[in-house]
């Protein structure tokens, strides 16, 4: 089955650098990509996704990168800032399979 | 529009015991599903359903009923709890039948069984 994983399970970063968060995915197949953030105590919330066809995807602040050659994608953020402070969870779909979700990566921003 | 909304937030049980955790999404969405997270571990699937009167299987539905009588809601039953059932459930919904759409999640129940 696919298997979905992060580079890093923590992350610190200082207020106003940018924050990269790694992913890294074993399915070839896999044609949808989104990233979830999930606050303490609180449900995952969409933040970006994009699909196999594109290999970027620009949001508010956020930046998804998606290499297909490596089965990599990233997520980017700008001028990171406390209420950033997170866990982020890639995840990643081949057709009409289940997405299947990493084991995320703690983002914590230092002011 | 309250989205995605699961109750309880907090659940202690006994080894044995019973209970419904409920979800609603007032969003019209066709398909939901369930999700059970544990420490060191992405999401896993339990079940779904892409419609009124259809469910199915995901990842890890053993000791876990689900029923879709209504396009709103999809509750899901322990029959008899196990502490191995011990989790955080999200259930979550997206707009069309195709699975890989953006998923909108509620905001968790905190299951105990002791």
């Known amino acids: 089955g696919e298997s979905v994983g992060l580079h890093l399970p923590t992350l610190s970063v200082q207020e106003g650098d940018n924050s990269i968060i790694n992913c890294a995915y074993s399915?070839?197949?896999?044609?949808?990509f989104i990233w979830y953030k999930q606050e303490s105590g609180k449900g995952p919330q969409f933040i970006i996704d994009i699909r196999s066809n594109m290999d970027k995807r620009q949001g508010q602040r956020v930046t998804v990168l998606l290499n297909k050659t490596v089965k990599h994608l990233s997520l980017q953020i700008a001028a990171t800032q406390p209420g950033d402070s997170a866990v982020y969870f890639c995840a990643s779909g081949a057709g009409s399979y289940q997405l299947t979700f990493g084991k995320g990566t703690k983002l914590s921003v230092i002011p | 529009n309250a989205g995605v909304t699961q109750t309880p937030k907090f659940q202690v049980l006994k080894t044995g015991q019973s209970m419904t955790l409920q979800c609603a999404q007032d969003m019209n969405h066709e398909y939901m599903s369930w999700y059970r997270q544990d420490p060191g571990m992405g999401l896993r699937l339990i079940h779904y359903s892409v419609g009124a009167g259809i469910t199915d299987q995901g990842e890890v539905p053993n000791g876990y009923n689900v029923s879709r009588s209504t396009t709103e809601d999809f509750p899901l039953r322990l029959l008899s709890a196990a502490p191995s059932q011990t989790s955080v459930y999200f259930c979550a919904s997206s707009y069309s039948q195709g699975i890989n759409e953006k998923l909108f999640f509620g905001s968790g129940t905190q299951l105990s069984v002791l």
């Open positions: 399915n070839s197949a896999s044609d949808y």
